[in-house]
């Protein structure tokens, strides 16, 4: 046989994997690759046993300081006011 499929050159690969890691290392390296490979596979094929809920959007604070409002001009003082009117109630209704 070639290359490195042989069962000897397994067995090589296997010591030296003991020599390297330890006898305590090596489970638990095992155990994580396992874990990481079933997660792999999952996501690949969209199984998804224990989908974790969305976070809720962050909260922003909208305060404007006056100097700030002066230096738009009106029409847009107007369009601010009213997008943060509509966030106040958005705010309101969602509690």
Do not use: C, Y
Request: charged share 30%; glycine share 6%; proline share 7%.
């Amino acid at each position: 046989m070639t290359g490195w499929t042989s069962p000897l050159h397994i067995v090589i690969l296997l010591l030296i994997a003991l020599l390297l890691f330890g006898a305590k290392r090596l489970p638990e390296i095992g155990r994580s690759l396992g874990h990481g490979m079933r997660e792999f596979k999952d996501s690949i094929s969209g199984d998804n046993d224990d989908a974790k809920p969305e976070l809720p959007p962050a909260r922003v604070e909208t305060t404007a300081a006056p100097a700030d409002l002066e230096s738009f001009s009106p029409e847009e003082r107007q369009r601010l006011r009213a997008l943060l009117d509509q966030a106040d109630e958005r705010e309101t209704r969602a509690q």
